[in-house]
């Protein structure tokens, strides 16, 4: 029998965070055709290689389809779902009975869909009575939040994609945008052909973004808050600051600027320390100086790490000292780097938020209570990812739930996190593969999510833009919404009422109602003009940036372009970074800075991009980069192994040579597991260092020792 060929679905893309609109023509036998959706204003019916190879990993190979219990013998044996939700319920009740709610735990992902987040954020902090809810978000973006915070008063990205075909000047700092964001990238590219835009590119590593930079800047590691604190300066003592706007709209800022010629006193030190050029400083902030319309994307190299925070508010500025926020063309520009960081953090995701971008104050912890009528609101922030693991490992978590996403490879100290998983009481996890290194840390019980293609619900991108993503493939087996299993626990707990959503529409009309409910405008993140949408409405939603305060508001926004922030006194602040310095310096034990990222066709640890060849083509094997006089010092050759060593763990590798890495520095993809790869794992030897404000780990920066093989 021919299979039946169904309608085509719009879709979005669930890797990074740009957030391409995808069309999928489902087979009819579990495949589909994937292309790029024309109308959806984050690509124009662009994807990048990951986006189109979606079709190649659709296949139910590797999938878990069935609840998983193990057994008094220890083995994992087929489960039911009812027996499964009631022995979370029970471990999680008796727990919290025993030894209070801060011993038990959830842990989430930027991959979730935003209705998915909501529930387990609900669970946690109205009904388990715990904050400890904190997210893999916390190692992408978390000094973003932290950042923008301690300037708005709000985690409000100012910007809009439209900004980079609208600037004259796009400078990109610790973002390698080519490939880990390329359908953005691309879109600068055009906006560059079309009207000239110089790009000035800062990061230690020469990527494929900094190849096609009108000046690159290859600043030392840890190093950016100098180069920007010399800007800063540079820009007061050429009369490039904008008097009227730093006297309307902010405060602080003869702080900062006396911080910034303490740390940046002239342009020899700011070379010295950050290692650019004299005259390569002078141009760049030259550049800045004369291009109103500046946009300052960074990502990952800013905020993964232990100053990372400091890093952010030191770009944000240089940008309210200019008045280069909130219009055409210009401001600070966080690029997430999951499909749904934003979502995370707008349901409250993050451990030290609460709900709809409200906080722990006395004033939101009872607002939020009343709205959810919780009878165990957590009233304290909980723990964040890191911290979160340290309590597991210390036995003060007991109970875990992991949703979707793979702690045993990618949080800092990985091998060591392993050990900590199987010492907990009792650990579940959420999953869509049947193995990976996670489920490998012997989790008393496994459920079966639903995955992309399968699962239904929003997810939110870089520029604040909620995109449906939307099933085209049924259920397979027996897994169930993520949203769904959490909502069935909660019940199973006695909270009927709270938890009666028969749909991700009915969860993502709560969502929109809390961030409604009494907000007057104080609140940055509000979806009144949501809360109504009937399951029809819902279902055809057209991608919307938010705010949306009223029906049929489909406008894309910028914040800020009337200098209201949403502090006390409605002023931004200028925040002064701490002197700029690595936590972890280099020794003879360990002469090399390690740097970690992502490669062009892979995403995390491989799990779904793993399963096109066509993908793993293009960077086959785990590899270093190292500069080329570095490996012939060390006698390592190209294509040839070396093992990596740092304080806390190993690898083995293979050498790349490369001019673009700095020397004394390298540079390793995350991507590889144990599943993937033999003793290729890097953030095992990453350090447990965070950043004090954000809990960011510091994942740029690790002392290492490098050997030939
Ligand atoms: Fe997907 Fe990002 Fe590529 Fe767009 S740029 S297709 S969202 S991976």
């Not at 190692?139 to 939040?145: D, I, N, R, T, Y």
């Not at 910034?260 to 141009?283: F, H, K, N, W, Y």
Request: charged share 20%; aromatic share 8%.
């Amino acid at each position: 029998v021919a299979p039946t060929v169904q309608p085509v679905m719009r879709t979005t893309c669930p890797y990074c965070g740009v957030g391409c609109g995808v069309l999928a023509s489902p087979d009819g036998a579990g495949g589909a055709s994937i292309a790029g959706d024309p109308d959806h204003p984050a690509n124009f019916g662009r994807l990048c290689s990951k986006g189109s190879a979606l079709g190649e990993t659709l296949g139910l190979e590797t999938r878990l389809l069935h609840p998983m219990a193990r057994g008094r013998d220890g083995r994992m044996a087929r489960a039911d779902w009812d027996t499964a939700i009631g022995s979370i319920a029970q471990a999680f009740g008796k727990t919290i009975e025993t030894h209070g709610p801060d011993a038990v735990a959830i842990y989430l992902s930027g991959q979730l869909l935003t209705e998915d987040y909501y529930a387990a954020n609900k669970l946690a902090k109205g009904f388990l009575g715990t904050a400890n809810v904190d997210t893999n978000s916390r190692l992408c973006m978390a000094s973003s939040v932290a950042g923008h915070r301690r300037a708005f008063g709000s985690d409000t990205v100012p910007g809009v994609y439209a900004d980079l075909d609208e600037a004259d000047l796009v400078v990109l700092i610790g973002s390698n945008a080519a490939w880990c964001h390329p359908i953005l990238f691309r879109r600068l590219e055009a906006a560059r052909a079309m009207r000239g835009t110089k790009l000035v590119v800062i990061d230690p590593r020469r990527t494929a973004t900094g190849d096609e930079a009108d000046l690159f800047l290859p600043v030392n590691p840890g190093k950016d808050t100098v180069l920007f604190a010399g800007l800063l300066a540079w820009l007061a003592d050429h009369d490039a600051l904008d008097h009227a706007y730093i006297d309307a709209h902010t405060t602080g800022l003869a702080d900062t600027l006396a911080g910034a010629r303490a740390m940046a006193p002239d342009i020899a030190a700011v070379a010295r320390e950050t290692g650019v050029s004299a005259a390569d400083l002078v141009q760049f902030y030259t550049l800045f100086a004369t291009h109103e319309r500046a946009v300052t994307c960074y990502s990952q190299g800013v905020n993964q790490s232990a100053q990372g925070t400091d890093k952010v508010n030191a770009i944000i500025n240089v940008h309210l000292a200019t008045g280069r926020i909130g219009r055409p063309g210009m401001g600070p520009f966080s690029l997430t780097g999951q499909p749904n960081a934003m979502g995370g953090r707008e349901v409250g995701g993050l451990a030290n938020q609460l709900a709809a971008h409200m906080n722990f104050t006395p004033v939101e912890i009872d607002r939020v209570r009343r709205f959810w009528q919780a009878p165990r609101l957590a009233e304290r922030e909980g723990l964040k990812a890191v911290a979160m693991f340290e309590a597991i490992a210390a036995g003060r978590i007991k109970a875990l739930w992991i949703m979707g996403t793979n702690p045993a490879v990618s949080l800092p100290r990985a091998g060591a996190m392993r050990e900590a998983l199987e010492s907990l009481d009792f650990l579940v996890v959420s999953e869509n593969v049947a193995s990976n290194d996670t489920l490998s840390c012997r989790p008393h019980l496994v459920l079966p999510a639903l995955a992309w293609g399968e699962k239904d619900g929003t997810v939110t991108n870089s520029e604040r833009r909620i995109s449906r993503q939307r099933a085209f493939l049924p259920p397979p087996g027996e897994a169930r919404p993520d949203w769904w299993a959490i909502a069935q626990v909660g019940r199973r707990l006695g909270f009927d009422e709270a938890f009666a959503w028969r749909s991700a529409a009915d969860v993502f009309r709560e969502h929109a109602a809390l961030s409604a409910f009494e907000n007057d405008g104080s609140r940055d993140f509000d979806l009144s003009g949501l809360a109504m949408l009937d399951d029809a409405a819902f279902n055809i939603m057209a991608p919307v940036q938010w705010p949306v305060r009223s029906a049929g508001d489909s406008a894309d926004k910028r914040f800020f372009a009337d200098g209201h922030f949403f502090t006390p006194d409605h002023r931004a602040r200028f925040v002064t970074p701490k002197p700029a310095r690595l936590a972890r310096e280099t020794s003879t034990d360990f002469p090399f800075i390690l740097n970690t990222g992502r490669i062009r066709d892979q995403w995390h640890t491989m799990t779904r991009t793993g399963l096109s060849p066509r993908l793993g083509a293009h960077l086959p094997v785990p590899f270093v980069e190292i500069h080329p006089s570095d490996a012939t010092k060390l006698g390592i050759e190209h294509g040839g192994l070396v093992s990596l060593r740092s304080a806390h763990g190993s690898a083995v590798v293979e050498a790349r040579l490369s001019v673009g890495q700095k020397r004394g520095a390298l540079f390793a993809p995350i991507h590889w597991s144990d599943a993937t790869s033999s003793n290729a794992r890097i953030n095992d030897l990453v350090a447990r260092i965070t950043d004090p404000v954000s809990g960011q780990p510091e994942s740029k920066a690790t002392p290492v020792a490098a050997m030939a093989l």
